[in-house]
């Protein structure tokens, strides 16, 4: 069982900057798919970046990229989302999410172990 707690979220004006943090805990990060979601209100959930178990590879959704980037410290066993540049739209209910991936010519994952939860809002 993995357990994912999340933390660093909060209020900030649009063009600033978060990082959100995951620490995990019952399986060693580095051996799963770890990721980001977010979720806005009334809107569903989407991915925002993923870091695959294989030495740093990583992939982010279209929006993101440039802006937020995903890291992992596996001494510490967290994974860790910088977050510049934020826009209004940027407001969310950010996930943590672990599980296994699979690589049959390109990764996949199946997250199966979530956080609760961190809250982004960003004013204009």
């Known amino acids: 069982q993995v357990q994912l707690v999340e933390s660093g979220g909060g209020s900030v004006q649009a063009g600033g900057s978060l990082r959100l943090s995951c620490a995990a805990s019952?399986?060693?990060?580095?051996?799963?798919?770890m990721g980001w979601f977010r979720q806005p209100p009334g809107k569903e959930r989407e991915r925002v970046a993923t870091?695959?178990?294989?030495?740093?590879?990583?992939s982010y959704a279209d929006s993101m990229k440039g802006r937020f980037t995903i890291s992992q410290d596996n001494a510490k066993n967290t994974l860790y989302l910088q977050m510049n540049s934020l826009k209004p739209d940027d407001t969310a209910m950010y996930y943590c999410?672990?599980?296994?991936?699979?690589?049959?010519?390109?990764?996949?994952?199946?997250?199966?172990?979530w956080g609760q939860g961190t809250q982004v809002t960003v004013s204009s």
């Open positions: 999410a672990a599980g296994w991936g699979h690589y049959g010519g390109s990764w996949s994952c199946d997250f199966d172990y």
């Open positions: 870091f695959y178990p294989a030495g740093g590879v990583t």
């Open positions: 019952g399986y060693t990060v580095s051996s799963l798919c």
